[in-house]
């Protein structure tokens, strides 16, 4: 064997372990930090605006439902800290947590989309719109990302 043709032997092995190594490193993982339930009467502030733009149907697919009621009592704020981190040598893209709603659900906020750096790491929050009686039932949360183009997704689990 010619050395020219060792050389292109290493660098395709190389190649094959490098790549194998950035795709076994990119699953990031998920890990709830916090859920806080906040009665909506307490933050009419956020309550009202909120309010009036699921009635306009602005929320697009954040907006699981309608208001059955005006009245803030009857509803809660759901907020959620995920903490997604890596070991990927590649930055992740607009990281977002996700949620699947249940039954009371009204609507979903994600916090700002945000990227995450090589070996880093960076809390995600959302913030659930839901009927009181519901605010207390765990849900399924989930972060998405993109890394290498790719859409990924990390489900979120309890520390």
């Not at 790491?121 to 993109?146: F, I, M, N, P, V």
Request: glycine share 8%; proline share 6%; with cysteine.
């Amino acid at each position: 064997m010619s050395k020219a043709a060792r050389i292109v032997s290493a660098l395709a092995i190389f190649a094959c372990a490098l790549t194998a190594y950035l795709l076994a490193s990119a699953h990031f993982q998920a890990v709830i930090l916090s859920v806080e339930v906040q009665s909506a009467a307490d933050r009419p502030d956020a309550f009202r605006p909120l309010a009036e733009a699921i009635e306009r149907g602005d929320l697009g697919t954040g907006q699981f439902g309608t208001l059955s009621s005006d009245d803030p009592a009857d509803y809660a704020f759901v907020t959620y800290a995920v903490e997604l981190k890596g070991r990927s040598p590649l930055p992740a893209e607009w990281a977002v947590l996700c949620l699947s709603p249940l039954g009371g659900d009204v609507a979903f906020l994600p916090g700002t989309a945000t990227d995450i750096p090589p070996f880093g790491a960076r809390t995600l929050t959302g913030t659930l719109l839901t009927s009181a009686a519901d605010a207390g039932q765990a849900r399924h949360l989930w972060a998405e990302y993109y890394l290498f183009g790719r859409l990924l997704s990390a489900v979120a689990e309890a520390p």
